[in-house]
């Protein structure tokens, strides 16, 4: 039965509603069969797993096209948004190291290098110095810890797709300073959208049954967290926040200002959950935005506007900010797991962490520096990370002094550079930077070593072409295109 064709043609909301339950019992049969080809060892998580599916489904079923009503969503109120400039400007209290001592971290570390052509985790990808995501986590927290004395933990959200590859290259840190734990997000079931029925006929997800399987997107770290057991030691061990973001945002570090205006408010009333959000700009159109929804903050998606309000949505003037997916959360709430729901993706269900905003009383938006921002999805931000843009200190990047203007420049790499292999190959060591505004490269490109490149540089090379920028070059406001090769004599 195809469920869209019935439902359109179910007129009543009374035959609608049988043709649900239909669906809810067909699921319900299915998932059962599945659970029935569980080992001992793995039938209570899969049981788990598979009720939160179910939950997931019954919504999905609910749902009627966009889930937001456009016409509710109004600007947040002027309060609900606070400049980080004025939080920073409480400075820190002398017990800032007990304040620390409260703070567990968090990194959502469940994706795969795949979009950049990359094997296992994305975090084992390396981005500075041979210094991979997850080396640079760690350098950073054990630079806090030991300045500070401290002991916050490093706590990794895997997928079944990371677990096992984290898990082994774990072992290198066991004489840092930083306790690291880690726990699994669910494992849900893709479904097949003509019947809406599981595609996977068994449990086991090696092999050709890895397509059967999604981790259901970031939103899933309340019920993950709290049914792995972890949360309740981390609280018995005197832990009251988070710090949560993704793994591959290279600006997220612990910010004890923010961390301090949380556990000292200053008009006594914490917050339970904090957003970062900065300002937008062009290259970020899509992000989320928060918005002021039935009296409460909201996080609003793109996928979640009716197609009439795209364009009013991506507004810059609008909507000024986006969610950076770096949060603060108290675990008192996680402890209490509300219907803790985000907004949904209709085929692969899933639901986004920040949606959770909604859920509480007592919310936040902290709008920080573009430079707590910095996330690596493609080889062009890798070229920025690598560049000399950046210094590297105690694992943190920060943007060099030497660069006159606080912006980062516009990079985009064509085709040929998608994969990280490829990137590596075609520069043969990266370009000096620092008084670039804005590179496009694309076709068979190649760089010397010790390039220069400055203001806006276009290289494009046709479709047989092959251009090799010499070791050397300087290059400053230019189009280069056509074909040009170097050849050693």
């Known amino acids: 039965m195809n469920f869209s064709k019935a439902m359109s043609q179910a007129g009543s909301s009374q035959f609608q509603e049988v043709i649900r339950q239909e669906l809810e019992y067909s699921m319900k049969v299915e998932l059962d069969k599945i659970l029935a080809t569980a080992h001992s060892n793995e039938i209570e998580h899969t049981k788990k797993d598979l009720e939160g599916f179910k939950k997931l489904f019954h919504r999905f079923l609910q749902e009627k096209g966009p889930s937001v009503d456009w016409g509710k969503i109004q600007r947040p109120p002027e309060d609900s948004i606070q400049p980080y400039e004025k939080i920073k400007a409480?400075?820190?209290?002398?017990?800032?190291?007990?304040?620390?001592?409260?703070?567990?971290?968090?990194?959502?570390?469940?994706?795969?290098?795949?979009?950049?052509?990359?094997?296992?985790?994305?975090?084992?990808?390396?981005?500075?110095?041979?210094?991979?995501?997850?080396d640079l986590t760690v350098q950073q927290i054990e630079h806090l810890n030991k300045s500070y004395n401290t002991d916050v933990p490093l706590v990794l959200m895997n997928s079944f797709n990371t677990d096992d590859d984290t898990k082994k290259i774990l072992q290198k840190y066991s004489h840092s300073r930083v306790k690291i734990y880690t726990f699994n997000q669910s494992r849900y079931?893709?479904?097949?959208?003509?019947?809406?029925?599981?595609?996977?006929?068994?449990?086991?997800?090696?092999?050709?049954?890895?397509?059967?399987?999604?981790?259901?997107?970031?939103?899933?770290?309340?019920a993950s967290f709290y049914n792995s057991g972890l949360l309740d030691n981390l609280i018995a061990e005197g832990k009251e926040y988070i710090f949560v973001s993704n793994i591959d945002?290279?600006?997220?570090?612990?910010?004890l200002y923010i961390l301090n205006h949380l556990m000292n408010p200053p008009n006594g009333k914490r917050c339970e959950?904090?957003?970062?959000?900065?300002?937008?700009?062009?290259?970020?159109?899509?992000?989320?935005?928060?918005?002021?929804?039935?009296n409460k903050l909201r996080l609003v998606e793109i996928a979640q506007v009716p197609k009439a309000h795209v364009d009013e949505f991506k507004s810059v003037s609008k909507f000024k900010i986006f969610n950076t997916n770096n949060l603060w959360i108290a675990l008192s709430i996680i402890v209490n797991p509300k219907t803790l729901d985000g907004g949904l993706n209709v085929i692969q269900l899933?639901?986004?962490?920040?949606?959770?905003?909604?859920?509480?009383?007592?919310?936040?938006?902290?709008?920080?520096?573009?430079?707590?921002?910095?996330?690596?999805?493609?080889?062009?931000?890798?070229?920025?990370?690598?560049?000399?843009?950046y210094s590297l200190?105690?694992?943190?990047?920060?943007?060099?002094?030497?660069?006159?203007?606080?912006?980062?420049?516009?990079?985009?790499?064509?085709?040929?550079?998608?994969?990280?292999?490829?990137?590596?190959?075609?520069?043969?060591?990266?370009?000096?930077?620092?008084?670039?505004?804005?590179?496009?490269?694309?076709?068979d490109v190649t760089f010397g070593k010790n390039v220069s490149l400055k203001g806006t540089v276009i290289i494009i090379a046709n479709h047989g072409d092959r251009i090799d920028i010499p070791a050397g070059a300087l290059l400053e406001n230019k189009i280069v295109s056509g074909n040009l090769r170097i050849l050693d004599h």
């Not at 985790?121 to 500075?128: A, E, F, H, M, N």
């Not at 595609?199 to 086991?204: E, G, H, L, M, Y």
């Not at 290259?283 to 935005?289: F, R, Y």
Request: aromatic share 6%; net charge neutral; proline share 6%.
């Open 90 to 134: 409480r400075g820190l209290p002398d017990n800032i190291a007990s304040v620390l001592n409260k703070l567990v971290v968090v990194k959502l570390n469940g994706g795969l290098g795949t979009s950049m052509g990359c094997k296992g985790p994305k975090s084992l990808i390396g981005v500075r110095n041979e210094n991979t995501f997850l």
């Open 189 to 222: 079931p893709r479904i097949n959208k003509e019947t809406l029925l599981p595609i996977a006929k068994d449990v086991s997800y090696s092999g050709e049954n890895t397509e059967c399987w999604y981790p259901p997107g970031h939103g899933d770290i309340y």
């Open 249 to 255: 945002n290279l600006g997220a570090t612990v910010d």
């Open 273 to 294: 959950f904090v957003m970062e959000v900065t300002n937008k700009t062009r290259a970020d159109v899509k992000g989320g935005t928060l918005t002021q929804y039935e």
């Open 350 to 389: 899933e639901t986004a962490v920040g949606a959770a905003i909604k859920s509480f009383e007592n919310s936040l938006g902290i709008n920080v520096p573009r430079s707590r921002f910095l996330p690596v999805k493609t080889t062009s931000d890798l070229l920025l990370v690598m560049s000399n843009l």
């Open 393 to 443: 200190n105690a694992g943190s990047l920060t943007m060099s002094e030497k660069r006159e203007f606080p912006t980062v420049p516009l990079v985009k790499l064509g085709s040929s550079f998608t994969k990280v292999q490829d990137y590596l190959r075609r520069f043969e060591s990266i370009p000096d930077m620092l008084e670039l505004d804005h590179l496009t490269v694309s076709g």
